[in-house]
């Protein structure tokens, strides 16, 4: 069985690396004696197999983990008094597990996981991150409240809350436990079911077996200035692969001569409506999937003009990595790059505020510059600077020099003898050499909502878009929220093929059964009926401000994006701005950010949205604030606030 | 805004009858009115009467002057409700009960005031102003969102908003792509036909990022052909498309901020307060130190003299404490006497919105006072 991987708590693996020098920020509450217990993997006793943090009963064999427990799922700093909590509740444990497993199907359950909330009210005084022990404290909520996942935390809290702030109170986890049994049962949902998170257990069909699929999925957006040639690129791909059929082609083919428009043939391939084919542009993403050696591909071609820079953050955010494409031609690379208008900058910035670190720069239409090598050297110079400053590392960026018209170095080594001065591998390639993304196969089931069609003829609903967690398979429940309804998975359908599961990573059609088509929207997310996502107005974000004109003062209106959602939002307060190097407050409730700084700010939205923290789930708890047609600031949600 | 009668001295008491026309007349009323003021109008009261068979109450039709203690504004439904005790003698009411007068559109009423000060003449002096009117109509609208305004002279109201989800259009879908596009024009061209009236406003505006507003544009006039609906027909020429980044309330600001629309409102109140909050956002992204906001900071800035432009809502002079009020009259008296301009922006309209968001009083000042930053707001 493959090494669980951890990944990082703060969203500093991503920003680390920005030339403003934000650097690698440690919470500064951790204690240092917390540093060598950071997120590692345990030794089961038993079977000696290394098992992740959030496991809280070996995967192999089952069993239950050892009384030094480690820190909970996401905060490192409990992890030392838990040890000292987890003494005390070992014994308890088998009673307090009986209960819980009478009301989940999750078999093996770490009560012990429950201990820990206590000690954590204790504690969170100490824990700026724990801000849902603190909204719990604080708002004195009960267990009805829409919360966050963190339900272990939650129990206790309310626990402790109703019973006056005791910490070791076994007979008051014991009510609480009594208490999600009872709600379990209830078919509407109730979001804020005290499920510890790390209840949850795979089954055994949402693990991927190493035989059963042997292509692994790779999302790809495409991104880049407009008229780069990006739906070229894609229909070209799809076409040397095999995607596309002789006669589709040339019908395409025909078609667009007609119109006018024959050099955009192979772009028809993806702009598929009237309007993206009479203007020559793409507006919304068009996904499409073809398989390489090693992946199989799921193809984000995104906008790349001005206006729909939202559409391409609602496609791109399924993206594991990228392509971004670059006119190589005389004027054309130059207003890509240029900050106001052009895109190149901007859509490399959201990519790598996407998480995506790796990249593939294909120099399109060198045919149009003759193949220069000057030209391209030109190119990486200028581009490889700034895409330093952005944070992507040099060893996992690929420069290639293409042309999608001419069909050289797309699959093949380049015929035309001018190219002949490159020596490195075609994109199809180096494609192949991307490094397999880290999958979330044993969290409960995530899934944002990209698209929804319906299909009146027989009444069915589909929700499209990407698994970010879990599972899914025909006939498992999922809760559709906002609206909070449970629906059962009719089918599901993968690339224009029914297939029987779907796990973290693919990307999917979920076809729903006993949910009206009208509750279903575009930026909802699907997930476990026991492990609702929190939806909130009112959050609490770290944002980054890009190199922008606009500074944002309290009050100002901008357009908040959060995977496939947009509403548009208010910054309420602004607490503090953050010193770059450190990460430390550097000011508290400043006047108003300005290009470059970071800072943390509280924001409210017209309308609540599907949110998570970012600690918990990366692909929910990335925010982008965009206004007056630019990108202003990128950021993590760190708290949600209130409903 | 019809004066019918005019008795002030300036600075001293006052007596006017006036009759409101519209909306915007009403706004202008309720900046007028303070706590302490005299107003008289015709109204109605529910009054029991000892009858035989039992008691009877009946509506009764009567003038009433009442000594204004609260106000509250209604803008949806253009009404302003002022409340408070009877002061004139009444076979019905007793003096000293309280009342609550409507006043409403086309509905005369004398307002008696104890000290006509400088602004208060001022908003006089623009109701009965008739010329200078925004009056625009702008349909700010993107892929499953159109939200249909109406920019008064200093009112902006919310006509309608439409919502509806489009699916993203690639394969099977696309069928269903179009028929929820047609779906959802069909829908703002009815808000548009309903709320838009041609004879009151000067243009229309169509407003969105992308090509929606092409495609609404071309529906929109379709449809006029078709259903014969002559106000747009004839006045086709009066819409202008303009070009935005979101459907969202706030580009609005960059509607009035586009040079086709500018050019259509540029003697207007709004078109000013637009420019005006534009300025102060340039300055502060350009030079932070010479621009500031709140109310300890520019009062600071103005002890140094160094206010410049003075950016306040109308909502600092509707507090009820009078001596609020006179602080802010006086700073912009002093503002303006110091040769600085001190603009009033109307919190209703999209900039004096945003305004309000920055604690309602800002300032572009002469010399950049970079210690500001270091003082609490």
């Given at each position: 069985?493959?090494?669980?991987?951890?990944?990082?708590?703060?969203?500093?693996?991503?920003?680390?690396?920005?030339?403003?020098?934000?650097?690698?920020?440690?919470?500064?509450?951790?204690?240092?004696?917390?540093?060598?217990?950071?997120?590692?993997?345990?030794?089961?006793?038993?079977?000696?197999?290394?098992?992740?943090?959030?496991?809280?009963?070996?995967?192999?064999?089952?069993?239950?983990?050892?009384?030094?427990?480690?820190?909970?799922?996401?905060?490192?700093?409990?992890?030392?008094?838990?040890?000292?909590?987890?003494?005390?509740?070992?014994?308890?444990?088998?009673?307090?597990?009986?209960?819980?497993?009478?009301?989940?199907?999750?078999?093996?359950?770490?009560?012990?996981?429950?201990?820990?909330?206590?000690?954590?009210?204790?504690?969170?005084?100490?824990?700026?991150?724990?801000?849902?022990?603190?909204?719990?404290?604080?708002?004195?909520?009960?267990?009805?409240?829409?919360?966050?996942?963190?339900?272990?935390?939650?129990?206790?809290?309310?626990?402790?809350?109703?019973?006056?702030?005791?910490?070791?109170?076994?007979?008051?986890?014991?009510?609480?436990?009594?208490?999600?049994?009872?709600?379990?049962?209830?078919?509407?949902?109730?979001?804020?079911?005290?499920?510890?998170?790390?209840?949850?257990?795979?089954?055994?069909?949402?693990?991927?077996?190493?035989?059963?699929?042997?292509?692994?999925?790779?999302?790809?957006?495409?991104?880049?200035?407009?008229?780069?040639?990006?739906?070229?690129?894609?229909?070209?791909?799809?076409?040397?692969?095999?995607?596309?059929?002789?006669?589709?082609?040339?019908?395409?083919?025909?078609?667009?001569?007609?119109?006018?428009?024959?050099?955009?043939?192979?772009?028809?391939?993806?702009?598929?409506?009237?309007?993206?084919?009479?203007?020559?542009?793409?507006?919304?993403?068009?996904?499409?999937?073809?398989?390489?050696?090693?992946?199989?591909?799921?193809?984000?071609?995104?906008?790349?003009h001005k206006d729909f820079?939202?559409?391409?953050?609602?496609?791109?955010?399924?993206?594991?990595?990228?392509?971004?494409?670059?006119?190589?031609?005389?004027?054309?690379?130059?207003?890509?790059?240029?900050?106001?208008?052009?895109?190149?900058?901007?859509?490399?910035?959201?990519?790598?505020?996407?998480?995506?670190?790796?990249?593939?720069?294909?120099?399109?239409?060198?045919?149009?510059?003759?193949?220069?090598?000057?030209?391209?050297?030109?190119?990486?110079?200028?581009?490889?600077?700034?895409?330093?400053?952005?944070?992507?590392?040099?060893?996992?960026?690929?420069?290639?020099?293409?042309?999608?018209?001419?069909?050289?170095?797309?699959?093949?080594?380049?015929?035309?003898?001018?190219?002949?001065?490159?020596?490195?591998?075609?994109?199809?390639?180096?494609?192949?050499?991307?490094?397999?993304?880290?999958?979330?196969?044993?969290?409960?089931?995530?899934?944002?909502?990209?698209?929804?069609?319906?299909?009146?003829?027989?009444?069915?609903?589909?929700?499209?878009?990407?698994?970010?967690?879990?599972?899914?398979?025909?006939?498992?429940?999922?809760?559709?929220?906002?609206?909070?309804?449970?629906?059962?998975?009719?089918?599901?359908?993968?690339?224009?093929?029914?297939?029987?599961?779907?796990?973290?990573?693919?990307?999917?059609?979920?076809?729903?059964?006993?949910?009206?088509?009208?509750?279903?929207?575009?930026?909802?997310?699907?997930?476990?009926?026991?492990?609702?996502?929190?939806?909130?107005?009112?959050?609490?974000?770290?944002?980054?401000?890009?190199?922008?004109?606009?500074?944002?003062?309290?009050?100002?209106?901008?357009e908040?994006?959060?995977?496939?959602?947009?509403?548009?939002?208010?910054?309420?307060?602004?607490?503090?701005?953050?010193?770059?190097?450190?990460?430390?407050?550097?000011?508290?409730?400043?006047?108003?950010?300005?290009?470059?700084?970071?800072?943390?700010?509280?924001?409210?939205?017209?309308?609540?949205?599907?949110?998570?923290?970012?600690?918990?789930?990366?692909?929910?708890?990335?925010?982008?604030?965009?206004t007056l047609g630019r990108?202003?600031?990128?950021?993590?949600?760190?708290?949600?606030?209130?409903? | 805004?019809?004066?019918?009668?005019?008795?002030?001295?300036?600075?001293?008491?006052?007596?006017?009858?006036?009759?409101?026309?519209?909306?915007?007349?009403?706004?202008?009323?309720?900046?007028?009115?303070?706590?302490?003021?005299?107003?008289?109008?015709?109204?109605?009261?529910?009054?029991?009467?000892?009858?035989?068979?039992?008691?009877?109450?009946?509506?009764?039709?009567?003038?009433?002057?009442?000594?204004?203690?609260?106000?509250?504004?209604?803008?949806?439904?253009?009404?302003?409700?002022?409340?408070?005790?009877?002061?004139?003698?009444?076979?019905?009411?007793?003096?000293?009960?309280?009342?609550?007068?409507?006043?409403?559109?086309?509905?005369?009423?004398?307002?008696?005031?104890?000290?006509?000060?400088?602004?208060?003449?001022?908003?006089?002096?623009?109701?009965?102003?008739?010329?200078?009117?925004a009056d625009l109509a702008v349909v700010l609208m993107q892929e499953?969102l159109a939200n249909i305004l109406l920019v008064?002279?200093?009112?902006t109201?919310t006509?309608?908003?439409?919502?509806?989800?489009?699916?993203?259009?690639?394969?099977?879908?696309?069928?269903?792509?179009?028929?929820?596009?047609?779906?959802?024009?069909?829908?703002v061209?009815?808000?548009f036909?309903?709320?838009v009236?041609?004879?009151?406003i000067r243009c229309a505006v169509i407003a969105s990022p992308g090509f929606t507003k092409d495609q609404f544009h071309r529906h929109l006039l379709?449809?006029?052909?078709?259903?014969?609906?002559?106000?747009?027909?004839?006045n086709k020429s009066r819409i202008i498309l303009v070009q935005t980044s979101s459907g969202y309330k706030h580009s609005l600001r960059e509607v009035l901020d586009a040079p086709s629309v500018m050019k259509m409102i540029k003697?207007t109140?709004a078109a000013?307060?637009v420019r005006?909050?534009r300025?102060?956002?340039?300055?502060?992204?350009?030079?932070?130190?010479?621009?500031?906001?709140?109310?300890?900071?520019?009062?600071?800035?103005?002890?140094?003299?160094?206010?410049?432009?003075?950016?306040?809502?109308?909502?600092?002079?509707?507090?009820?404490?009078?001596?609020?009020?006179?602080?802010?009259?006086?700073?912009?008296?002093?503002?303006?006497?110091?040769?600085?301009?001190?603009?009033?922006?109307?919190?209703?309209h999209v900039s004096?919105?945003?305004?309000?968001?920055?604690?309602?009083?800002?300032?572009?000042?002469?010399?950049?006072?970079?210690?500001?930053?270091?003082?609490?707001?």
């Amino acid at each position: 069985m493959p090494r669980k991987v951890n990944y990082g708590v703060d969203y500093d693996d991503d920003y680390d690396e920005y030339d403003y020098g934000y650097e690698v920020e440690d919470n500064e509450e951790t204690p240092p004696e917390q540093e060598t217990i950071k997120r590692s993997v345990w030794r089961c006793a038993v079977c000696t197999y290394d098992n992740d943090e959030t496991m809280s009963s070996c995967d192999i064999c089952g069993v239950l983990r050892g009384p030094l427990l480690k820190n909970l799922t996401y905060d490192e700093k409990r992890a030392g008094f838990n040890s000292l909590a987890a003494n005390i509740f070992y014994l308890k444990s088998s009673r307090v597990h009986s209960i819980v497993v009478g009301e989940d199907e999750a078999v093996k359950v770490s009560s012990k996981r429950l201990d820990s909330s206590d000690v954590s009210t204790a504690k969170d005084k100490h824990n700026r991150l724990d801000e849902i022990t603190f909204n719990m404290q604080s708002s004195g909520k009960s267990l009805l409240s829409l919360m966050p996942k963190e339900r272990n935390v939650m129990v206790a809290n309310s626990s402790s809350s109703r019973n006056g702030g005791k910490a070791h109170d076994l007979a008051s986890n014991l009510k609480n436990i009594s208490f999600s049994a009872e709600s379990g049962h209830s078919n509407d949902t109730n979001p804020g079911r005290a499920n510890s998170y790390a209840q949850y257990k795979p089954e055994k069909w949402m693990l991927p077996g190493k035989t059963e699929h042997s292509l692994a999925q790779l999302n790809l957006a495409i991104v880049g200035h407009v008229d780069s040639g990006k739906s070229t690129l894609s229909g070209r791909l799809l076409h040397l692969l095999g995607r596309i059929s002789q006669k589709d082609m040339q019908k395409y083919e025909k078609e667009s001569k007609l119109q006018g428009k024959g050099s955009f043939a192979y772009a028809w391939a993806l702009d598929e409506s009237a309007e993206e084919r009479e203007r020559g542009i793409t507006m919304t993403v068009a996904v499409a999937y073809f398989d390489s050696k090693i992946y199989h591909v799921v193809v984000l071609d995104s906008p790349g003009h001005k206006d729909f820079v939202p559409n391409m953050i609602t496609g791109a955010t399924q993206a594991d990595a990228a392509i971004l494409v670059i006119d190589a031609s005389i004027g054309s690379f130059e207003a890509g790059m240029d900050g106001t208008k052009g895109q190149t900058r901007e859509h490399a910035q959201l990519i790598r505020s996407f998480g995506v670190d790796q990249l593939i720069v294909a120099v399109n239409k060198m045919d149009v510059v003759d193949y220069s090598k000057d030209r391209f050297d030109l190119i990486i110079l200028q581009l490889g600077t700034f895409l330093r400053s952005c944070g992507f590392k040099d060893s996992s960026v690929s420069w290639i020099p293409l042309s999608a018209a001419k069909n050289q170095n797309l699959v093949s080594a380049p015929s035309d003898f001018r190219l002949s001065w490159y020596h490195g591998p075609n994109l199809l390639d180096t494609i192949d050499s991307f490094q397999p993304p880290p999958r979330d196969f044993s969290k409960p089931l995530l899934m944002p909502i990209c698209d929804v069609i319906k299909s009146s003829s027989q009444g069915q609903v589909s929700a499209c878009g990407k698994l970010e967690a879990g599972a899914l398979r025909s006939g498992s429940k999922v809760l559709v929220m906002p609206s909070a309804i449970i629906a059962t998975v009719r089918s599901l359908e993968r690339d224009s093929q029914p297939c029987t599961i779907g796990r973290a990573g693919d990307n999917v059609a979920v076809s729903l059964h006993g949910v009206d088509a009208n509750h279903v929207l575009a930026g909802g997310v699907l997930c476990h009926p026991d492990f609702p996502v929190a939806f909130a107005k009112h959050l609490e974000l770290k944002v980054l401000v890009l190199d922008v004109a606009t500074p944002i003062l309290i009050g100002s209106q901008l357009e908040f994006h959060i995977h496939h959602a947009k509403e548009s939002a208010r910054v309420a307060r602004i607490s503090s701005l953050l010193d770059s190097k450190t990460g430390k407050v550097a000011k508290k409730a400043p006047r108003c950010i300005v290009a470059k700084q970071s800072a943390v700010v509280e924001v409210t939205l017209h309308e609540a949205v599907c949110v998570e923290e970012f600690s918990k789930c990366k692909a929910l708890g990335r925010v982008f604030l965009r206004t007056l047609g630019r990108t202003v600031a990128v950021g993590i949600v760190t708290r949600i606030v209130e409903v | 805004m019809k004066v019918l009668h005019r008795d002030v001295v300036p600075n001293g008491p006052g007596v006017v009858k006036l009759v409101p026309v519209d909306s915007d007349d009403l706004w202008l009323v309720y900046n007028l009115i303070a706590t302490g003021d005299r107003v008289m109008a015709v109204t109605f009261r529910k009054v029991l009467r000892a009858k035989s068979g039992g008691k009877n109450s009946e509506r009764v039709a009567m003038k009433l002057e009442i000594e204004v203690e609260a106000m509250d504004y209604d803008k949806e439904g253009a009404v302003l409700r002022i409340k408070g005790k009877n002061i004139l003698q009444n076979e019905y009411v007793t003096i000293g009960a309280f009342h609550t007068l409507q006043l409403q559109l086309c509905r005369p009423f004398v307002l008696t005031k104890e000290t006509w000060d400088s602004l208060a003449l001022d908003v006089l002096h623009q109701a009965s102003d008739p010329g200078a009117t925004a009056d625009l109509a702008v349909v700010l609208m993107q892929e499953g969102l159109a939200n249909i305004l109406l920019v008064g002279r200093s009112v902006t109201i919310t006509s309608s908003r439409i919502e509806a989800s489009i699916p993203r259009k690639h394969g099977p879908a696309i069928v269903g792509y179009e028929s929820a596009l047609k779906t959802f024009f069909e829908n703002v061209v009815q808000a548009f036909i309903k709320h838009v009236d041609f004879n009151v406003i000067r243009c229309a505006v169509i407003a969105s990022p992308g090509f929606t507003k092409d495609q609404f544009h071309r529906h929109l006039l379709l449809e006029a052909e078709r259903k014969q609906v002559r106000p747009i027909i004839e006045n086709k020429s009066r819409i202008i498309l303009v070009q935005t980044s979101s459907g969202y309330k706030h580009s609005l600001r960059e509607v009035l901020d586009a040079p086709s629309v500018m050019k259509m409102i540029k003697d207007t109140k709004a078109a000013e307060e637009v420019r005006t909050f534009r300025d102060f956002f340039d300055m502060l992204s350009n030079d932070p130190a010479r621009a500031c906001y709140g109310p300890k900071h520019v009062g600071i800035a103005h002890e140094r003299l160094a206010v410049q432009t003075l950016l306040i809502t109308d909502d600092l002079f509707r507090s009820s404490d009078v001596k609020t009020r006179q602080k802010y009259e006086d700073l912009v008296k002093e503002v303006k006497k110091a040769g600085g301009i001190a603009h009033i922006f109307s919190s209703m309209h999209v900039s004096g919105e945003e305004l309000a968001q920055l604690t309602g009083i800002a300032a572009i000042l002469r010399i950049p006072l970079p210690d500001l930053d270091d003082i609490e707001m």
